[in-house]
Each structure stands twice: as C-alpha cells, then as structure tokens.
C-alpha cells in the first residue's frame, strides 16, 4: 500500500512556474507508475502527466505539454511536477496517484488509479 501526500500548490500569475511534491510512503514505491491529475469542483478528473516506474517513460496531456515536466526520485519516494507558463486555464486541484498495474504507455485514465493523495489547490491568476 502506498499513501501520498501532494505539496507545493498555491497562487499564482500567469506565464509563472510552480513545483507540485507528492511524497509516498511504503517501500514499494519505485514499483509503481505514477501519475498526476487535476480536477476542479463541479468537473470531471482531467490526466495531466504520467511517469513509469523507473521513470524512462513519460506521458503528457496535450494541454500541458511543453509546459508542465514530470519526474520522480525513487531514492527518496517522491514524484515531481514542474509548472511552467501557467495559465488561468490550469487553475484546479492537483492529485497525485499510483496505478494499479505497471505498463507502457503508462496509463492516463484515472480509473487505473489506485491510490491518492489529497490533492493541492493551483491558482493561476490573469
């Protein structure tokens, strides 16, 4: 079982960076694919960016790609995601989440998702 904990949200302007942390505790960690999600009140769980257990293989939603950087320290049981140019449009809840099972492509639906952390707020003012 892998618990997560998401940090580094916050406010603010648009064209800035930000730099989510999700910590894991449990010592498999490095076996999991991971991902990150975004959702805001009301809207359906958007994909944002998945990483593969070694962290060789990345995926990105169209939306964010050559923006937004996924990465993970399996030395430390952590999973980055690195915000660049951000827009209003970005402005969510921001969930990290380990998969059920390992594959490549890594999965981008979240009903493969079987763990979650609590999710940080993002706001990206105009």
């Known amino acids: 079982q892998v618990q997560l904990v998401e940090s580094g949200g916050g406010l603010v302007q648009a064209g800035g960076s930000l730099r989510l942390s999700c910590a894991a505790s449990g010592r498999t960690f490095s076996t999991y694919d991971m991902g990150w999600f975004r959702q805001a009140p009301g809207k359906e769980r958007e994909f944002v960016a998945a990483i593969n257990w070694s962290g060789y293989s990345t995926y990105y939603a169209d939306s964010v790609k050559g923006r937004f950087i996924i990465s993970r320290d399996n030395a430390k049981n952590m999973v980055y995601l690195q915000m660049n140019s951000l827009k209003p449009e970005d402005t969510d809840i921001y969930y990290c989440?380990?998969?059920?099972?390992?594959?490549?492509?890594?999965?981008?639906?979240?009903?493969?998702?079987?763990?979650w952390g609590q999710g940080t707020q993002v706001t990206v003012s105009s």
């Open positions: 989440a380990a998969a059920n099972h390992r594959r490549l492509p890594v999965y981008v639906e979240d009903s493969k998702y079987k763990y």
